[in-house]
Structure formats: structure tokens, C-alpha cells
């Protein structure tokens, strides 16, 4: 299975009994939407929800900081994602939460993990089936694995200033980039990690809401002056939208990659921290 499927691809593969469909929507307060209530109102037949609100660490609360991988592999297998199984993730969110969903589910060791191109808003634009209610599936193994590769602290971040040997990319709108647009969260600094470069994860997608050709992708990043030959450190507001850059840069080959977890809202709020402000330089 290709990590990006159609909906024509999931339609043809409705029902196969190693498929297993998963909505992952989450939204920023300020959309005033709720996931789990959209969720039963339509979703993909067969579909289970996904909360992303759930996968996090307890102990560090008002983070979005990655769960533990007993604690995620507890909550797949309660989900009924599991060892063999072919899983496609999608959404119906403004910051394309799928992209968590799948990251996760891969650092965590899922091995055929897709991401439905447009989501579930192409899918009732085509006039395909909705599902309501919840939808539940049979336990199901999930082998915990972590591959702590792929994730950077607020320490790491540190070091690589001096160090240089990664870059690290933001995924903000450019006004809360250079400082220009103040962050919403009380405390919370305006500008970027010193250094940083700017991909707004909203370029990376056409205007129905699927992804650009990986040509396209490529010339995203170069325009934003992103060395594709260093290896790269996603970074955003919560450590969600960093997740859009990781996949994008999955598509065109691009392996290199970690996130920053804690993003801005743990640097951010660091007051020690070094931030700069305008266009990266």
C-alpha cells in the first residue's frame, strides 16, 4: 500500500478484512468544532475515531508531547489496529491532524500506514458513503515499538545551534514566523527558533484539499531556502502542523526528518531561549 491512496483506491478496498480506516480530526479550540461529534454524524463505513486528545503524556498537561509507547499500543489495540493490519488515516481538519496520527503510528511501529488523499471532504464531494454512529472493532495485538529517532527535545533543539548540523523548518503561517502576528497563548513569545526556515504546511496542498505532486513539494521547500540535503527537524505551534511537513517531505523521499515535540509552546514560553524575529536569514 502507497503511503497517499485515492478515495477511489479505499472505495475498491471497502470491507477487506486486513483494512482497518481510521478518523483522526482534531481541531484548535479556536475552530469550536468537536471531532467525536462529527465523527458519529458521518464518517467512512467501518471507520473507528481516533482521539488525538488521548495520545499524549499525562504528566506534562496543556503539552502535546508524544504518549509512551505502552500507552499507545494500549489504545491502538483497544481501537482494533494491530499487527497485519493495512491502516488508512484521514480527516476533516483545517491543520490536517492525520499527519500526527500517521507519524505516530509509524515511530510506533505500524508497518502499512496510509494517508487518504483530500480526506473525508473529498470523499462526500464524490458522493460516497457515510457512516453514523461509532464504529467498534474486535482487540487487536499491537507490538510496542518506539524509534525515538525521529523526535528532538527542547535540548536537542539547543545543541544544534551551536552545532548546525540540522535545519530546522517551521510550519507556521509566515506572520506568527517573523513575530508579525502575536501567538495567542498567554506567555508565549513572538518568532522562531534562530536559524529556522519557513514552510507554511499550508502550501503543500492543492486548492480541492489534496496533496501537491512531489515536484511541487520539492519546490516548496527550495523556495523557502530549505537545504533538502541536511538533515531537517519539523517544528510548529503545538507539534501538530510539523507533522504536514514530515509527510510531505516522506513523499518525495525525504527520511531525514524528526520532530520537535514541544514546538514553539515549549520554546516559546522559555523565556532563557534565544528567538529571532522577521524573515529567516
Request: charged share 25%.
Amino acid at each position: 500500500m502507497d503511503s497517499l491512496v485515492s478515495t477511489q483506491w479505499l472505495a475498491s478496498e471497502l470491507g477487506a478484512s486486513d483494512l482497518r480506516i481510521v478518523d483522526a480530526s482534531a481541531f484548535l479550540p479556536e475552530y469550536g468544532r468537536n471531532p467525536l461529534l462529527e465523527y458519529e454524524a458521518c464518517h467512512i463505513p467501518g471507520a473507528v475515531f481516533m482521539n488525538l486528545a488521548e495520545l499524549t503524556d499525562p504528566a506534562l498537561p496543556g503539552m502535546n508531547m508524544l504518549p509512551s509507547a505502552e500507552r499507545f499500543a494500549s489504545r491502538m489495540q483497544s481501537l482494533g489496529l494491530g499487527d497485519g493490519s493495512r491502516i488508512v488515516v484521514y480527516d476533516d481538519s483545517p491543520i490536517r491532524s492525520a499527519t500526527r496520527a500517521w507519524f505516530m503510528l509509524t515511530m510506533f511501529g505500524a508497518a502499512n500506514v496510509a494517508l487518504l488523499d483530500g480526506g473525508i471532504a473529498k470523499w462526500k464531494a464524490e458522493g460516497r458513503p457515510c457512516a453514523q454512529g461509532r464504529e467498534t472493532l474486535r482487540h487487536r495485538h499491537f507490538t510496542v515499538w518506539s524509534d525515538d529517532r525521529t523526535v528532538r527535545s527542547k535540548g536537542d533543539v539547543l545543541a544544534n545551534l551551536d552545532t548546525g548540523r540540522e535545519l530546522v523548518v517551521d510550519a507556521r503561517g509566515p506572520g506568527r514566523f517573523t513575530g508579525d502576528v502575536p501567538e495567542v497563548k498567554p506567555g508565549l513569545a513572538s518568532g522562531h527558533i534562530p536559524g529556522a526556515r519557513n514552510v507554511y504546511y499550508a502550501s503543500l496542498f492543492r486548492p480541492d484539499g489534496t496533496w501537491k505532486s512531489p515536484a511541487d513539494i520539492r519546490s516548496v521547500f527550495e523556495a523557502a531556502e530549505v537545504d533538502l540535503s541536511r538533515p531537517i527537524i519539523s517544528s510548529c505551534g503545538s507539534g501538530m502542523t510539523a507533522n504536514v511537513l514530515i509527510f510531505a517531505l516522506h513523499l518525495i523521499g525525504k527520511e531525514d526528518v524528526a520532530l520537535y515535540d514541544g514546538s514553539w509552546t515549549e520554546w516559546g514560553a522559555d523565556e532563557a531561549l534565544p528567538k529571532e524575529t522577521g524573515a529567516a536569514r
